[in-house]
């Protein structure tokens, strides 16, 4: 009898190993293959991308990234990505980082549920209001406009993954700064905010890829001179047809950089994940 137990125990684990690889395999191939896809493809002309006999075997070309860098001026829109994504994530970090220890310390759940309410809004609800506020006010086609609307992302993403880690910290340490003559503004930039410098690039990390994957409040809001890369894709798209060699290697040049980034910092890519999951 027992022997009958412990093999129908050593089946059900083998099943089990089993079952796990295949679903790893088919999560991993399902990430994967699109971006290979997509890589392979930005290196053949159109007519290459609709054979399938040259999926894997084909002769490379680099003239869609010459079409992406020179005549599309793609530079210059990843300058604006990286001065709209690094504002926006900035000036969320000075005050979401501030909002959220003051949450976490003070118990301020209602302000909290405000903050998460301001995640739950769908976007496009916001559009047409502030698309005739910055109208009004001038902002228009600037980055003051884009920033703050990539901000509404970002600030409730930050305060919502830092109070975990204020929440974390004991506040004796703060005492004991505050008993060595610190103000409690002294002790939260001295003792705490140093302490929770892996949850500060954490929310920084994320808030950045969040806004360098915007599209909708960068569509309205942008003018010619700041338009960002998920928007200056749209250039690929005419009205007959479709670049598709200029429009994988357009996504690539996006899509790698945000990818290296992610690789990179890793761990704290995935702390930020699981943050959101802890009592806030």
Request: glycine share 8%.
């Amino acid at each position: 009898m027992p022997q009958r137990k412990h093999r129908s125990a050593t089946r059900s684990s083998l099943v089990y190993r089993i079952f796990r690889v295949i679903a790893i395999v088919v999560v991993v191939l399902g990430f994967i293959v699109p971006i290979l896809w997509m890589l392979l493809a930005s290196f053949k002309n159109d007519v290459d991308i609709y054979n399938a006999a040259k999926t894997f075997i084909f002769t490379p070309t680099v003239r869609n990234y010459l079409t992406v860098f020179a005549e599309q001026d793609f530079l210059k829109y990843f300058l604006n990505s990286l001065i709209i994504g690094t504002g926006a994530t900035g000036f969320s970090l000075l005050l979401g980082v501030p909002a959220a220890y003051a949450m976490a310390r003070f118990t301020m759940r209602k302000s909290a549920n405000v903050v998460l309410l301001a995640r739950v809004i769908p976007s496009i609800s916001l559009i047409v209001p502030w698309y005739a506020i910055f109208a009004w006010t001038g902002l228009i086609g600037g980055y003051p406009a884009v920033i703050i609307a990539h901000m509404f992302t970002a600030l409730p993403l930050i305060v919502w993954i830092m109070m975990p880690y204020f929440q974390g910290l004991p506040i004796d340490l703060e005492e004991a700064g505050e008993v060595d003559g610190l103000t409690p503004i002294g002790a939260f930039l001295r003792v705490t905010l140093p302490l929770s410098a892996p949850g500060i690039a954490t929310s920084g990390i994320l808030a950045f890829i969040f806004s360098w994957n915007m599209f909708l409040f960068s569509l309205v809001l942008t003018g010619s001179n700041t338009r960002t890369l998920p928007v200056a894709i749209m250039n690929f798209i005419g009205y007959a047809s479709i670049d598709w060699g200029g429009l994988m290697a357009a996504t690539a040049s996006i899509t790698v950089p945000i990818m290296v980034i992610s690789i990179f910092f890793q761990k704290y890519v995935v702390a930020g994940m699981t943050a959101g999951a802890q009592k806030g």
